[in-house]
């Protein structure tokens, strides 16, 4: 018989209770068993990074964590980046504006590890931002629009602040 | 009026639900009672199937069943479709859906399990028993047609699949004329697709209601209509493709996969839904992909450095079937003067069958073959002359004065190549003023007296772009004033739906938010290409236009009747026709359309087909040629052979830019992945054919850390050739980018002597290369 | 591409896992996952069980015990980039981890993992052989000490028994004044080197009084430069000194495989000691 254990995992702010098959990635467990599919699956061995989420606020790769490993803990996925009405994070937006996207498969990746890297890096470089999502691949931009996006952030954050 | 939207930066349409997590891939789709698959892929190059027992699998918990090719039963016993035939092909390959009785390539389709779950479906897989009888396999193409060679199948008489020769001009008298005569060898490796988001299908078989079903991660789903209809003999009517989000494409999603029909087979056996989803590594050994062309070949040339002519022999690796007819060596061949003019060439090419991964074209397809070869004769005769590169090729483009100018070679349908605009010197200037080409000297001097190596590289390029035959698009107003526009041009993130918005609401004078665009559904729009060899922009573009042009055309003729003014005294904004001068009287396109389709028993009005709807196949009437003209400055380490790129310079010219940002786009990630193909991405296999690089720490991808910024700046030639002047934009970022880089190299170890013979260039051949060259000099 | 069915354990202490692993014949220990988990997926390995470190407690964190410091073998590479103490004792060790995958890698995986994972190029092993760490095992009988040298025993295999857990490393730390270099070649940011050095110099402002050089990459193990460490102390940090210490480097043994030849790994070692010494003298210097 499949080994399952029952979890609660709070993902986006909402707890959800689940029996999984320990196997489960937690990659898996949330776009199928939860349905939340802007995780997206590029490789399933740790390089692309387009499956990248945040637990308890830290990125990582959620095809190289079991489901059942986020029992108690909480998840952000790129459902959970734009404010409940709907309105985009500046991050977002930024990636909008400078065309940080084209097919958009390693969009929610880039979105999820940039967010966490520039809460603990606010005034980085073009070469720190660079090394940052040396982690994500993306097949489609040549990464200009998203460094620049991730720039852009940065400098309105800084003059925020 | 009109075209307001043309040429501005609009930010993608496509984007907000992108951003926020709510794509639609195929992987996101999910039915009622749907089952999942996978694939056993041969293990071994080359081997006869001699029995396979799937009992153990079947008996498996969640296990629905095994499907074998014997399975299928004898109307399904055939090979699969040739996509493209032609006369060249002497002997043809293509795939079963699920191998017979014997297997070519690791990663050759031979059973599909379906279950309750991909995990389970991969737990079978383990449990199917295959009595292979391992053949010898043929993986060089270097020696693959010697006598003594292993045949790919058991059943050729060579390796051979075919022949091509592109020839025009009087060769022997350019030679026999020329001052010069240079010869160079080299090797060319173009590596996979890697899209993101890997191949995928779901189908659905409902004989009673609508058909069979595919929802399939593509670029060209009207192809796969047709040829799934085709290998199954029934009815196109009865089947519908659709390509929902796709997260990039770049080639080898444009054909028919084995997996497309065995999904849809499984599907009717099942009787419910069936998914699969290719995973990476099955991506690396089943997806097509490039592989490798030797050219050995001869330039003649004046003192002066003016090519007189080119000739000299090709290999092309054709992988272990023939899917893609000769659309690869086809497209190296069509470049083969470049951006010059070339008055005499004569290079053939011998097509040869390895058991490896089936070809087909990526980005650019075998353009930036056919460019680099040209480029590097260039390289050549600048070396051996003493003429700054960017001087010989002064020397040689075809001028502005010469267009529409005809080189000689065909394009793949087979019409001539005729390079309809552009001026290619004046590109080269700017191209040259964005990289600081003139200071360049001065910063390798600086650097070199730390220590350091610096190198420029030039290289051009020409693009045919926007192949036909057509891409379509119908636009029609409905009774809200929105506008649904329909095209069967599917995307896989180039933007379609924002470039032919812009056009439409440009052109119908209503905002893009109001414009409702759906595509790549093949029971949606009639009939379409696909979206490959940068044709889009030139093909739907155009019939984007029309069909807005039409509506509008007809939308003034009833407003004018309707509001009793003159067609002349009209125009539309924002979705209201108004009349010049007389504020307060308007019509609303949404009035006019519910006019045109009135309740039952009401009239139309008359001289008016109903519906404000209209659709266009215009296009253009050529292939309009794209150019551009690349400079990289690079960084070699001598101690490591590592080649950083510290700088690179476009300048390109696809005609009038609809989008600029967009465009920008294609280009900066075409380069990207130039640069990928020049320095990183290296598909390896051993010589019994087993794939080496097999996961993204083997085989590298370009990451951000690599790459450059990349500076662009255009040239807006319109084309002749269509209504809107403009011309294909995906690929021509990628095309010159390896001939740039190389080039680069060599400028930084000129020292050394260092002549690359083959690309991706890596570090530890570099080493080699600088060291053998030391001990030259020393001698 | 989804891993085999196991039977997954929790263990909230060693003494729990290391009856797990005794008691349970086909096992395997997860830590960060980061090198496990892809071998899951891809079913290079399909262990029966999966033993769970994440809730062990007391195995992780850094403790300096004033000549050493002790890092529990699940400490994240993440937390020892930004630990204090490991930033003050061991300053080339943030910046070795640099070259450990991505941040996102960093902030799942483990030094015990990537010791006891053991790949030739992978930074942490080459980085203990400079240090002569010494590794804790956790066994039915209790804890055993193993000194760096003995701890790989084959390709990929450490000296670890089926039922042992590796818990504690112990890096005895050099004076404040010790110059480091951490550099390797790899193709791409983030990729396991090809070759990777660790250099170590303490000096008493001129002379060297004590070196370490590391080469991980070349071999199943890492090797120490024996000969040119002894070459260097008593002499001054100097350009030929590290010139010579270069060659001797480009004479180890070191293997070839389908990406690169042994000639080219060896040209790498030479090159990349030169540089690692290189930046640990001038470190040296200016910390005297
Ligand atoms: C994209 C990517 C890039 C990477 N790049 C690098 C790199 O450049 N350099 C590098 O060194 N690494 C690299 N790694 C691997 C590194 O991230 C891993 O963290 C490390 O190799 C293993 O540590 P882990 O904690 O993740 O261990 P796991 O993956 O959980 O375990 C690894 C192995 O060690 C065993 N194990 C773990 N802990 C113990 C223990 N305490 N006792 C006994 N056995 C144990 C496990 O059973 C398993 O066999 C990369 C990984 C990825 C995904
Ligand atoms: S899918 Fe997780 S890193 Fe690629
Ligand atoms: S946008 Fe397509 S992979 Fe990044």
Redesign the interface.
Known sequence: MADTRDIEVTVNGESHAANVETRTSLGDFLRHGLGLTGTHMGCEHGVCGACTVMVDGEAVRSCLMLAVQTNGHEVTTVEGLAEDDGTLSPLQEAFWKHHGLQCGFCTPGMLTSLTAFLRDNPDPSERDVREAISGNICRCTGYQGIVDAALDVAKTMQKGS | MGVRYLGAEV??M???R????????V??I?MEGMLHAAFLRAPMAHAKIRSIDSSRATELLGVHRVITHADLGAKYSHRMNQLYPAPVIEQDKTQYPLAKDEVCYVGETVAVVVADS??IA??AL?LIEVDYEALPAVVNIRTALDDDAPLAHADLSSNLMGKMRSSFGDIEDSFEKADHVFSAAFMQHRGGC?????RGVIARDDPWGDGLTLWTSAQSPYLIRRALATWLDESEERVRVIAP????G?GPKAGFYPEEIAISLAARIMKCPVKWIE???EHFVSTTTQRDQHWDLEVACTAEGKILGLRGKVTHENGAYVPYGILLPNSSLTPLPGAYSIPAIDVSVDIVFTNTVPNSPVRGAGRPCGIYAVERMVQVVSRELGIDPAEVRRRNYVRSDQMPYETGAKLRGGAPCIYDSGDYEALLEKALDLSDYNSFKERQAAARAEGRYLGIGVSSCIEDTGMGPYEGTTVRVESSGKVAVRTGAAS????HHTMIAMIVAGNLGVKPEDILFESADTAKFSHGIGTIGSRVAANVGPSAHDAASQVREKALKLAAEVLEASEADLDIEDGLVRVNGAPDLSISLGELAVKLTPMSAMRVPTGFDPVLEATSFDGSSGAPIACGSNVAEVEVDP????VKVLRYSVAHDCGVMINP??V??QI??????GIGNAL?ERM?Y?DQGQP?TM????Y??P?????P??DVTHMETPSPLNSLGVKGAGEG?TIPAAAAIVAAIENALEEFSVEIDYYPVD??YL??LIDKGKVQAAE | MKPAPFIYHDPATPEEAVALLSQHEDAKVLAGGQSLMPMLNMRFVLPDHVIDLNGVAGISGVVDSGSTLEIGAMTRQRDLVRDPAVNAKIPIMPEALEHVGHFQTRNRGTIGGSLCHLDPSAELPCLMAAYDAVLSAHGPDGVRDIPFTEWPLAYMIPTLGPDELLTKITVPYWSANHGYGFVEFARRHGDFALIAVAALLETDGDTILQASISIGGAGVRPVRLAEAEAALVGGNIGADAFKAAAEVARGIDAMSDAYVSSAYRQRLAATLVERALIKAGERAKGSA
């Open positions: 930010q993608r496509e984007d907000p992108l951003l926020a997590g709510h794509g639609r891939y992987d996101d999910t991909r995990a991969e737990d383990a890697h899209s993101m988001e890997t989000d796709v997260g990039g770049f995973d990476r590594r896989q993130g180039q933007g101690g490591t052979g590592e940002m967009v920008h786009g900066v990630g075409g380069v990207v992945h990183f390896i051993d080496l996961n993204y720490g083997e590298l991808l990451l951000a850390s690599e790459m910024r990349v970022g570090p530890q080493t080699e």
